[in-house]
């Protein structure tokens, strides 16, 4: 078991390394002299003195080689320095400290509220293969995972802040501002949530321990609750953690659309005022802690499941 | 000669078919949702491509007098905040992204067959490692690369679908290892070995065609992603450059007068979402008919599987 975590976390520190290099890089790659935008950011003057450029150039360090150069940035993302933006000159890292934590929450409701309504319908269908709630079940999840969730969001404005004046229509103010990005952002989770509890437990209901305990007296509502929906929601879990870290940046549009101040209008933003460090560490954080998401529920998928010691499950 | 006149179909039908009825017959025997969404991806295509012939107003043309028309006999969709017809737009608005996704779901398909194909037959170390680099990088959105590449490049359609096909690969990839694994073990690839082909023919001649009824399920159920995330670029003004009509973009532009004229931002959405719907049916029908409908359930499962955010 030591030998497959050991070799997880050494594909991570693989990729974190690639990663890395390419969010170090891909700017180097754009035309236009760094020390130049730096210093335009700085004074907003298109009359620069090529002394001024020259001295930034020093003082930042841009004339060194560009190893030593990545080596340095990299030391000081370690320690959690990404520099300063060019738009607000507040620290990057404070910034996206501030913004994930907005998306956070705003994942983690979305994907609450998807799992509510996931699981127990995927139980539901599953109970009676071919039934009507199976195959209104198909009927949502294709619908589901088709409709842009850019579309149902100022749909879900108009009607319930516009007309209703029930739910704030943008900001991030209290629980209310919550729910409307919250809904937007669970349609397609919740659709392949659905699909992946449907499958596991039409294999539970099929299994030999649910047998035995309808045998035992137990009507099938109860054997599923009591003793399949612990073992049929396992695969959901491991899903959780990929939507998890896949809707910290995956939401732009969603938190443009409302005013939510996370992750995804942060880079937004950034993209907008062309600004280079933001767009770095937001590209680091992000790209970084999904994969370093994903390595850890691994590895815990690892050590609760012996079974799993095999590489692969396919 | 008379068997012949007897019966006239067969000879009909051994050869003398054209394309078109050869494709419709094909559609015919399929699984309702191949057929509906062939229909409807049929009819969205059409309309996307004859549309400078049929639209009933050109798309670009200003009528400041009469903007943020409500649906008439004259503009059956309204006008939107310049006075342009908006069934019009509609029905150009589908070019850009529809060709973007289709590019970039053939890139990625081609790239993550290969990779997953070779990693499948190779087995060992590269297997390994390059799954497990697969695992990490399927719940990367390709949002957040496409948005750091553009930041940096500035938006052209380059960087947009080079940025979309850079993660877009994966799931083709993880399908195709699993795919070539069950190839490995028949016996004719046993026998192709003992004959000493090449490892490149073993592949290309044997395993890539094993893979492309399951690779192209999945390709039609990715492109409808890819639509929507296309879409929404436009949406923030990073994908489809204006004065283009696209639809995602008509929806960034409606967003002013959402309670005025919420069909501004209806019908561009929906557009989107009936594309989008038409696809997945289309690979969805294709992924029941593979493993016949007992395996429904399996099907969708896996189709989660291969969906990343």
Redesign the interface.
Request: hydrophobic share 55%; glycine share 10%.
């Given at each position: 078991m030591p030998k497959i975590i050991l070799?997880?976390v050494t594909?991570?520190v693989m990729?974190l390394f690639i990663v890395s290099v390419a969010?170090f890089c891909?700017?180097l790659?754009?035309d236009g002299d760094p020390a130049r935008t730096i210093l335009l950011s700085r004074v907003s003057d298109l009359d620069l003195a090529p002394e001024a450029v020259e001295a930034i150039r020093k003082e930042l360090g841009l004339d060194r080689p560009l190893p030593v150069q990545y080596l340095s940035w990299l030391g000081a993302a370690l320690q959690g320095d990404l520099g300063y933006s060019f738009a607000s000159r507040q620290p990057v890292a404070a910034e996206i400290a501030r913004a994930l934590g907005v998306s956070i929450i705003l994942a983690l409701s979305a994907l609450g509220a998807a799992l509510l309504v996931a699981l127990p319908l995927g139980t539901a269908a599953?109970m009676r293969?071919g039934g009507k709630i199976d195959g209104f079940t198909?009927l949502v999840?294709?619908?589901l995972?088709?409709?842009?969730?850019?579309?149902f969001a100022?749909?879900s404005?108009?009607v319930f802040a516009?007309w209703l004046g029930i739910l704030p229509s943008a900001g991030w103010q209290g629980w209310e501002s919550l729910v409307l990005p919250a809904m937007a952002l669970m349609l397609?989770?919740m659709?392949?949530?659905t699909?992946?509890t449907?499958?596991?437990m039409?294999e539970v209901v099929a299994a030999p321990y649910i047998t035995a305990a309808r045998a035992r007296g137990l009507s099938m509502n109860e054997a599923v609750v009591h003793h399949g929906l612990r073992n049929g929601s396992l695969p959901v879990v491991t899903?959780f953690?990929?939507?998890f870290?896949?809707?910290l940046?995956?939401s732009?549009?969603i938190e443009?659309?409302f005013a939510v101040p996370g992750m995804?209008r942060l880079?937004?933003e950034?993209?907008v005022n062309?600004?280079?460090p933001v767009?770095q560490g937001?590209?680091v954080a992000?790209?970084g802690l999904?994969?370093l998401?994903?390595?850890l529920a691994?590895v815990l998928y690892v050590l609760f499941n012996p079974a799993m010691r095999g590489?692969?499950g396919? | 000669m008379d068997t012949k006149m007897a019966n006239p179909r067969s000879t009909f039908d051994d050869g003398h078919r054209s394309p078109l009825a050869g494709a419709y017959t094909f559609v015919c025997s399929r699984h309702w949702?191949f057929k509906t969404g062939s229909a409807l991806l049929a009819l969205i295509l059409a309309m996307v491509c004859f549309a400078q012939w049929v639209a009933p107003y050109d798309p670009a043309a200003q009528d400041l007098i009469n903007r943020l028309q409500p649906p008439s006999a004259l503009h059956w969709l309204g006008t939107d905040h310049l006075g342009r017809d908006v069934l019009s737009r509609l029905m150009v608005g589908g070019q850009f992204a529809i060709a973007i996704s289709a590019i970039t779901v053939i890139i990625t398909l081609v790239v993550g067959t290969l990779i997953g194909v070779v990693a499948g037959r190779a087995g060992g170390l590269i297997d390994?490692?390059a799954?497990?680099?697969v695992?990490?990088l399927?719940?990367?959105?390709d949002?957040?690369?496409a948005?750091?590449?553009?930041?940096?490049?500035?938006p052209n359609y380059v960087t947009l679908i080079l940025s979309l096909s850079l993660i877009g690969w994966t799931p083709y990839a993880?399908l195709a290892?699993?795919l070539a694994?069950e190839v490995n073990a028949r016996e004719y690839i046993r026998a192709a070995e003992i004959l000493g082909m090449k490892r490149s023919f073993v592949i290309l001649r044997h395993i890539v065609p094993n893979t492309i009824r399951p690779i192209a399920a999945v390709s039609f159920?990715r492109f409808?992603h890819k639509l929507?995330t296309v879409?929404?670029l436009s949406?923030?003004g990073?994908g489809v450059r204006p004065p283009n009509p696209d639809w995602?973009l008509m929806?960034a532009e409606?967003?002013p007068y959402?309670?005025r004229a919420?069909i501004l931002?209806?019908a561009p959405?929906?557009m989107?979402?009936l594309a989008?719907?038409g696809v997945?049916?289309i690979g969805?029908g294709m992924e029941i008919e593979r493993r016949g409908a007992s395996s429904?359930?399996?099907a969708?499962?896996e189709?989660?599987?291969n969906?990343?955010?």
């Open positions: 070799q997880r594909i991570l990729m969010a891909v700017p790659l754009s599953a293969p198909t999840i294709q619908t995972v088709a409709t842009p969730e850019y579309w100022p749909i404005i108009l516009l397609r989770p659709a392949y949530f699909q992946v449907r499958a596991s039409r899903f953690a990929l939507w870290a896949g809707l940046g995956g732009v549009v443009v659309i995804g880079l937004y950034a993209v062309n600004d280079v767009l937001g590209f992000l790209v999904s994969i998401i994903n390595t691994d590489s692969h396919h | 949702t390994e490692v799954m497990r680099v695992d990490l399927i719940s990367i959105p949002v957040v690369i948005i750091f590449l553009i930041g940096v490049f500035g993880r290892r699993g694994k159920l409808g929507i879409g929404g949406y923030l990073l995602g929806m409606a967003q959402l309670e919420p931002m209806i959405g929906a989107i979402f989008a719907l997945t049916w969805h429904r359930v399996a969708n499962a189709e989660a599987e969906a990343s955010p």
